[in-house]
């Protein structure tokens, strides 16, 4: 059965650091993309960043250079590295596998950070 | 970027309701288009991809046709469960959703 399991997130106080990890069990996350997709409270989601099986990664504009994708095979988990966070940063994250030709078919069950003083 | 227009963004049905969602894509998608369902305090759920494809395990009343750039969610006939919020997302070029519509009960 394919699961992901978040872990992380919490309360960071403005230009503070973060990390997110999502570890996947039931497939290999080096065989598919894996996504982040973000939610701002009452707002509708929003992609952060991907990283490819071949390791390529790509992020969206409002995170560029603040944020980082990675993934750990041997422990099959996938993370995201955030810094310099805004207010406009805070949500729920969602890691989310890629099914091939398919979107998004397995999602975690998200993260919520909040960027507050 | 591709941008994705959807509407409406509420939509209030009774039990039983043939209900239609509609999204627009700013360009073609070659049909890489899926829909999701989202529940409060849940993660999405995929029901449909590559535009009209139902996921394994999704109720055959959820449907999805495509028209050029134009794309429909069609739930044949509504149930309790259904109440939910429903976004489109364009796969074709990174990803872009649309930006929800809320089912609610009339």
């Known amino acids: 059965e394919v699961q992901l399991v978040q872990t992380g997130g919490g309360l960071v106080q403005p230009g503070g650091s973060l990390r997110l990890s999502c570890a996947a069990s039931g497939f290999s996350i080096s065989s598919n993309y894996m996504t982040w997709v973000r939610q701002a409270p009452g707002k509708g989601l929003e992609w952060v960043s991907v990283?490819?099986?071949?390791?390529?990664?790509y992020y969206a504009d409002s995170v560029k250079d603040r944020f980082a994708i990675s993934r750990d095979n041997s422990r099959n988990t996938l993370y995201l590295q955030m810094h310099s966070l805004r207010a406009e940063d805070m949500g729920v994250y969602y890691c989310?596998?890629?099914?091939?030709?398919?979107?998004?078919?397995?999602w975690g069950q998200g993260s919520l950070v909040t960027v507050s003083s | 970027d591709i941008q994705m227009t959807q509407s409406p963004s509420t939509l209030s049905a009774s039990v039983g309701d043939r209900v239609t969602i509609t999204c627009r894509a700013s360009?073609?998608?070659?049909?890489?288009l899926a829909w999701y369902q989202q529940k409060p305090g849940k993660a999405p759920k995929l029901l449909i991809y590559k535009a009209s494809t139902l996921e394994s395990g999704v109720p055959s009343r959820f449907s999805g046709s495509a028209s050029g750039t134009e794309f429909t969610l069609t739930i044949s006939s509504l149930q309790p469960d259904d109440f939910a919020t429903y976004y489109c997302?364009?796969?074709?070029?990174?990803?872009?959703f649309g930006q929800g519509t809320k089912v609610e009960i009339k």
């Open positions: 990283i490819y099986s071949g390791g390529s990664t």
């Open positions: 360009q073609s998608l070659s049909g890489w």
């Open positions: 997302q364009q796969y074709m070029s990174y990803w872009t």
């Open positions: 989310a596998r890629g099914g091939t030709g398919k979107g998004l078919d397995y």
